[in-house]
């Protein structure tokens, strides 16, 4: 069966860094695209970051361009999130999801890990 | 501020049926882009419960149905069980940001 677990999460000040880890099993994670998400404490899910199945391209949420990186080893079936810069907002439970498709016009996520905090506090 | 719009909250008695809405624009479900909705549990993380408008995953009830037209979409909940209050999100792409976007998210409650 399909399973993300998360890791690195915690509390940094504001300016500082952070790597996020999701080990990847149970499907060929080679093939895949993968995502953060996160959630902020009581609010809603907003989308961080994809990547593309071979890390060839990236894409991100305006307000994290510049400060964070995705990046993936299909050698250790591991997604990463570098987070630089960080800021009191970007609080939140970072999850990695699974990028699906099921058409031209269909781009979800189909299987999520349970989640890290990472929480920006001085 | 979200780019799909969902109400805060929706409420329904055991066995009733309960319906939430999600209202995007003309660059994200009226565009053409399919929608999606997930179930989170309390302190759980979301599950996927509808894909590609009206699609359910295996094991998902057929309790839970999704629908679309023009720049809406509808989660519908039937035949309501206690286990069914969590918050619910819809989902799509916007193609003017080039990016996922999601509901504010619904909170269900089972009186």
């Known amino acids: 069966q399909v399973q993300l677990v998360e890791s690195g999460g915690g509390v940094v000040q504001p300016g500082g860094s952070l790597r996020l880890s999701c080990a990847a099993s149970g499907f060929t994670f080679s093939s895949n695209g993968m995502h953060w998400v996160r959630q902020a404490p009581g609010k809603g899910l907003e989308w961080v970051a994809f990547?593309?199945?071979?890390?060839?391209?990236?894409y991100y949420r305006d307000s994290v361009k510049g400060r964070f990186t995705i990046s993936r080893d299909n050698s250790k079936n591991t997604l990463y999130l570098q987070m630089n810069s960080l800021r009191t907002e970007d609080t939140a439970v970072y999850y990695c999801a699974k990028d699906k498709r099921c058409g031209g016009d269909c781009y979800f996520f189909d299987y999520w890990g349970q989640g890290t905090l990472v929480a920006v506090s001085s | 501020q979200s780019v799909l719009t969902q109400p805060p909250s929706v409420s329904g008695a055991p066995g009733q049926r309960v319906t939430i809405s999600c209202t995007g624009s003309s660059s994200d479900i009226g565009a053409g882009y399919d929608v999606q909705w997930y179930q989170q549990l309390p302190g759980t993380a979301p599950k996927l419960l509808i894909y590609?408008?009206?699609n359910r995953p295996s094991g998902v009830p057929d309790r839970f149905s999704g629908s679309n037209s023009g720049t809406s979409a509808s989660l519908a909940i039937t035949g309501l069980q206690a286990e069914d209050e969590a918050d619910y999100y819809c989902q799509s792409y916007d193609s003017s940001l080039s990016d996922w976007v999601f509901g504010g998210g619904t909170k269900l409650t089972v009186l």
């Open positions: 990547i593309h199945y071979d890390g060839s391209n990236q």
């Open positions: 590609g408008n009206s």
